[in-house]
């Protein structure tokens, strides 16, 4: 085994592995059987491009050379050539003459097989093969023409005198898939010993490089995954309406392919034995997906979100089915009533009903019994009944929680998911029972979708008011000259608490009247309740002075920016405002103004008034009925 490894080493340094970067490589998978006695025939099949592949590159796949390591530890028990031990054209697997406008294809399969005789070892042993590299038109992936793949397997300790045998694939995907059509493609496998086995799309690995196009694995990984371009990773290889998916369970791909392009898919199927994985074979193939014009397509959307399901029918028993089919011109429906004789029909729509409650797999063929025929099976299930609804309940108020609960009413249980939205910008949830607080008040439509583990779905809409409460203590802070009274006024509510009731007549309304007779600052807190019970506060400032007094700006910045953007009067002690007048300089009046809070914006007819010094008259009224006249001068800045 030495000499071998050495002989492999002088042929890597001597050029044997040359680089051979052209794309060719399409897909592979790595399997082996138990022969008995420590021995095990392992085969490697690699799916080679033979129409843009680079003939040189595809030469240069004969010999494969793999490596063996504990399946551990970084140890590598082996490193061996396997020559070609058959070749072979794969079959498009989809019917030409059905197809208005076939494209070509041409595809290698590649077989390499070797008997090697491994020790009994209680880590078992990882096998691996690495060749670079990819055709270059794959589209879910970066950089495909340089980079390469990695297929792999695990040959786990024999326990209880029994080696195993690892999966095998039934049958290769179809080589072309028509745009817009329907895909259902049985990519299930067989196991010798009888292991349990499951199915995932999986990741793609790299392994090689254009200029080590058959490297020499250093480790037992099984390598880096390869970088899958935007809007695509191993479970979303491609695009698909509905959604390309894999059946855990039995292998079916099923989805309708909407963007056209070449694909790298990977499917996992792992082996299970006593309820541990023991194995993963996986293959890694290409979907092509083109814009071809099949002459028949038998078609059953997809009107559920439940794997290659028409419908899940939770109100009644009775479907009616929708045909999607194009070129055809005879239909037959099969409704998937085991042992009935009359759950078939030749209608292009039928309706049928149910016996019972269960999951159905329906079939049809378009054009049966002619020269192209195609055909689709979906499955229906039959779960009635299944209602979606909901209570609410505690204080409709403002930032106030409030309870929701789920009423939904399902014959066949349990409920699994919730969906809420509660009407406003941002509120939702996926509790059972959750508690939201709206921030405001107005009417809202709350939703629920609800669904059940047999995948019933229903959707309950309700409004919900929450009262428009908005304390409010009547005004901002207030100054007013010793001696002078206030007549507050808040609003909101039906209950009004003021604290401190200092210098108020009534402290349990809303609008008592405060006299003072001292000067200083009180700040008021009132506690309001509406009708319907929310509660809430809000505050006002009292500053109490000595005398009456004016203050008019001696400069503003009209500019927009938010500060000192208006000439405006401040009166502390008068009743009101009989004018505010403004004028240019050349006596034009360019504002006049009757209220306190209420100036000039620096405008003139409409526009911009200049810059500059500009004159004002200020005519009050004090707290005694007497006119108090000022004036000044400002200046306009911007």
Same mark, same amino acid.
Request: glycine share 8%.
């Given at each position: 085994?030495?000499?071998?490894?050495?002989?492999?080493?002088?042929?890597?340094?001597?050029?044997?592995?040359?680089?051979?970067?052209?794309?060719?490589?399409?897909?592979?998978?790595?399997?082996?059987?138990?022969?008995?006695?420590?021995?095990?025939?392992?085969?490697?099949?690699?799916?080679?491009?033979?129409?843009?592949?680079?003939?040189?590159?595809?030469?240069?796949?004969?010999?494969?050379?793999?490596?063996?390591?504990?399946?551990?530890?970084?140890?590598?028990?082996?490193?061996?050539?396997?020559?070609?031990?058959?070749?072979?054209?794969?079959?498009?697997?989809?019917?030409?003459?059905?197809?208005?406008?076939?494209?070509?294809?041409?595809?290698?399969?590649?077989?390499?097989?070797?008997?090697?005789?491994?020790?009994?070892?209680?880590?078992?042993?990882?096998?691996?093969?690495?060749?670079?590299?990819?055709?270059?038109?794959?589209?879910?992936?970066?950089?495909?023409?340089?980079?390469?793949?990695?297929?792999?397997?695990?040959?786990?300790?024999?326990?209880?005198?029994?080696?195993?045998?690892?999966?095998?694939?039934?049958?290769?995907?179809?080589?072309?898939?028509?745009?817009?059509?329907?895909?259902?493609?049985?990519?299930?496998?067989?196991?010798?010993?009888?292991?349990?086995?499951?199915?995932?799309?999986?990741?793609?690995?790299?392994?090689?490089?254009?200029?080590?196009?058959?490297?020499?694995?250093?480790?037992?990984?099984?390598?880096?995954?390869?970088?899958?371009?935007?809007?695509?990773?191993?479970?979303?290889?491609?695009?698909?309406?509905?959604?390309?998916?894999?059946?855990?369970?039995?292998?079916?791909?099923?989805?309708?392919?909407?963007?056209?392009?070449?694909?790298?898919?990977?499917?996992?199927?792992?082996?299970?034995?006593?309820?541990?994985?023991?194995?993963?074979?996986?293959?890694?193939?290409?979907?092509?997906?083109?814009?071809?014009?099949?002459?028949?397509?038998?078609?059953?959307?997809?009107?559920?979100?439940?794997?290659?399901?028409?419908?899940?029918?939770?109100?009644?028993?009775?479907?009616?089915?929708?045909?999607?089919?194009?070129?055809?011109?005879?239909?037959?429906?099969?409704?998937?009533?085991?042992?009935?004789?009359?759950?078939?029909?030749?209608?292009?729509?039928?309706?049928?009903?149910?016996?019972?409650?269960?999951?159905?797999?329906?079939?049809?063929?378009?054009?049966?019994?002619?020269?192209?025929?195609?055909?689709?099976?979906?499955?229906?299930?039959?779960?009635?009944?299944?209602?979606?609804?909901?209570?609410?309940?505690?204080?409709?108020?403002?930032?106030?929680?409030?309870?929701?609960?789920?009423?939904?009413?399902?014959?066949?249980?349990?409920?699994?998911?919730?969906?809420?939205?509660?009407?406003?910008?941002?509120?939702?949830?996926?509790?059972? $029972? #959750? &508690?939201?607080? =709206? !921030?405001?008040? %107005?009417?809202?439509?709350?939703?629920?979708?609800?669904? @059940?583990?047999? /995948? +019933?779905?229903?959707?309950?809409?309700?409004?919900?008011?929450?009262?428009?409460?908005?304390?409010?203590?009547?005004?901002?802070?207030?100054?007013?000259?010793?001696?002078?009274?206030?007549?507050?006024?808040?609003?909101?509510?039906?209950?009004?608490?003021?604290?401190?009731?200092?210098?108020?007549?009534?402290?349990?309304?809303? $609008? #008592? &009247?405060?006299? =003072? !007779?001292?000067? %200083?600052?009180?700040?008021?807190?009132?506690?309001?309740? @509406?009708?319907? /019970? +929310?509660?809430?506060?809000?505050?006002?400032?009292?500053?109490?002075?000595?005398?009456?007094?004016?203050?008019?700006?001696?400069?503003?910045?009209?500019?927009?920016?938010?500060?000192?953007?208006?000439?405006?009067?401040?009166?502390?002690?008068?009743?009101?405002?009989?004018?505010?007048?403004?004028?240019?300089?050349?006596?034009?009046?360019?504002?006049?103004?009757?209220?306190?809070?209420?100036?000039?914006?620096?405008?003139?007819?409409?526009?911009?008034?200049?810059?500059?010094?500009?004159?004002?008259?200020?005519?009050?009224?004090?707290?005694?009925?007497?006119?108090?006249?000022?004036?000044?001068?400002?200046?306009?800045?911007?």
């Amino acid at each position: 085994m030495r000499y071998l490894f050495a002989i492999l080493v002088i042929m890597l340094v001597a050029g044997g592995f040359s680089p051979a970067r052209a794309t060719h490589i399409v897909g592979g998978e790595l399997t082996y059987r138990c022969l008995g006695n420590n021995q095990y025939q392992i085969t490697i099949n690699i799916y080679q491009d033979c129409i843009s592949g680079d003939p040189t590159a595809i030469a240069q796949d004969d010999p494969a050379y793999i490596c063996i390591f504990d399946g551990i530890n970084p140890t590598r028990i082996l490193f061996d050539s396997i020559r070609s031990a058959a070749k072979q054209l794969v079959p498009p697997n989809f019917k030409n003459e059905c197809v208005k406008n076939p494209p070509p294809t041409c595809l290698n399969k590649v077989t390499f097989t070797k008997t090697y005789t491994l020790a009994e070892n209680v880590n078992g042993y990882r096998v691996i093969y690495q060749r670079c590299c990819r055709n270059g038109s794959i589209v879910n992936i970066v950089n495909p023409g340089a980079v390469g793949a990695t297929y792999s397997c695990v040959i786990p300790p024999s326990r209880d005198a029994i080696c195993n045998n690892s999966a095998v694939f039934k049958n290769y995907p179809p080589q072309i898939i028509c745009i817009n059509n329907p895909l259902v493609y049985d990519h299930s496998a067989t196991d010798a010993d009888g292991d349990s086995l499951s199915y995932e799309f999986c990741e793609a690995y790299t392994g090689g490089s254009p200029n080590d196009a058959k490297p020499v694995p250093e480790l037992p990984a099984p390598g880096d995954s390869v970088q899958y371009a935007a809007f695509y990773n191993s479970r979303r290889p491609m695009t698909g309406n509905p959604p390309i998916q894999i059946n855990p369970t039995t292998g079916l791909i099923t989805g309708t392919p909407n963007i056209q392009g070449r694909y790298v898919v990977t499917v996992c199927c792992h082996e299970w034995r006593n309820g541990v994985m023991i194995n993963t074979v996986k293959r890694e193939f290409q979907f092509v997906v083109t814009n071809c014009s099949k002459a028949v397509v038998a078609n059953i959307p997809q009107y559920s979100s439940d794997f290659n399901t028409y419908i899940v029918e939770c109100t009644s028993d009775h479907v009616h089915f929708v045909n999607q089919s194009t070129g055809g011109f005879t239909y037959f429906w099969d409704f998937g009533v085991a042992g009935a004789a009359g759950d078939t029909s030749n209608s292009f729509e039928p309706d049928f009903v149910y016996p019972d409650t269960g999951t159905y797999y329906v079939k049809l063929v378009v054009n049966r019994g002619t020269t192209c025929p195609d055909s689709i099976t979906r499955a229906v299930k039959i779960y009635p009944t299944y209602k979606a609804d909901f209570t609410f309940s505690g204080l409709l108020c403002p930032n106030t929680p409030v309870q929701f609960t789920d009423q939904s009413v399902a014959t066949y249980k349990p409920i699994i998911s919730w969906n809420w939205d509660f009407g406003d910008t941002s509120g939702t949830s996926t509790e059972q $029972n #959750p &508690v939201y607080t =709206y !921030p405001k008040g %107005g009417t809202y439509n709350v939703k629920l979708v609800s669904q @059940s583990r047999r /995948g +019933c779905t229903d959707t309950a809409i309700k409004q919900i008011t929450i009262e428009d409460f908005k304390p409010y203590a009547g005004g901002g802070d207030t100054i007013i000259v010793r001696g002078e009274s206030i007549n507050f006024n808040a609003s909101g509510g039906v209950q009004y608490t003021w604290t401190p009731s200092t210098y108020l007549n009534n402290p349990l309304i809303g $609008n #008592p &009247v405060g006299y =003072y !007779p001292d000067t %200083g600052r009180i700040t008021y807190a009132v506690h309001i309740v @509406s009708e319907n /019970g +929310c509660q809430g506060n809000d505050t006002l400032s009292v500053w109490v002075v000595g005398q009456s007094s004016i203050y008019v700006p001696s400069a503003f910045t009209p500019n927009g920016d938010g500060l000192n953007d208006m000439l405006i009067p401040i009166g502390i002690g008068y009743r009101n405002v009989n004018f505010f007048r403004i004028y240019n300089r050349w006596g034009q009046e360019v504002y006049y103004g009757t209220k306190f809070k209420i100036g000039w914006d620096g405008t003139y007819n409409g526009r911009p008034a200049e810059l500059g010094v500009y004159y004002w008259v200020l005519s009050l009224t004090d707290r005694f009925g007497k006119e108090e006249i000022y004036k000044g001068d400002v200046t306009l800045i911007r």
